[in-house]
């Protein structure tokens, strides 16, 4: 996903700046625990990515695993063939096709990649996006991060949840590109050994390493 995805939010009158912020920390907060309770996720998923106009580029499936704290796996099926893996400390980018291994340093702005958040850091939310939150009838609920910071790997990003359970999300980049994810088979909390989130890949490939 680092490649692949590789403003919802206005600003109003002054005068409405203390309510704002204080439905925005509440937002926060009510993400941020959600995500907490969340020791373990797996699910299996479906991506479209669409260009600035709505029309698709690209639709593909695949699995992924997290675990807190910080532990991350990704694969997308053929015939875009793509595994992201992340220890806590490095994420490990293996494209087959490319023949290719890039590995880099878990900084602020890669855990900042959306379905990174699944088994990173969960407090300060909002200090790093602005959050509101939509409801739709008693269980569905819609949270969408803006981020504060200009070098972000997203403009915006909504999470959708139904009770709990993430089901989809949303994002837009800077170019209008849009990357749609729907999760099914969800499993939470269930034991997942850490040797799930290994990553092997042939010798012969080449070793991108990033800088620390």
Partial sequence: MIRTV?????????????????AEDTAADRLADILRSYSTF????SQTVMDSDGRVMQETGGELKAKRPGLFYWETRPPARQFIV???EHVTLYDPD???????????QVAATPALLLSGETQGLSEIYE????????RTRE?????????????????IFYGDELQAMRMEDSLGQQTELEF??????????????????PEEVDVIQGMD
Wanted: proline share 4%; charged share 20%; no cysteine.
């Fill in 6 to 22: 590789s403003t919802f939010v206005t600003v109003l009158a002054l005068a409405l700046s203390g309510a704002i912020a204080w």
């Fill in 42 to 45: 797996e699910a299996s998923f």
């Fill in 86 to 88: 992340s220890d806590g």
């Fill in 98 to 108: 490319l023949e290719q291994v890039t590995i880099q340093a878990l900084d602020d």
């Fill in 131 to 138: 959050i509101s939150e939509q409801r739709y009838g008693d």
């Fill in 143 to 159: 949270y969408t991060l803006v981020p504060r910071s200009e070098d972000s790997l997203f403009t915006s990003l909504t999470m």
């Fill in 184 to 201: 099914g088979s969800v499993r939470i909390n269930e034991p997942v050994p850490d040797s799930a989130f290994t990553l092997d890949y």
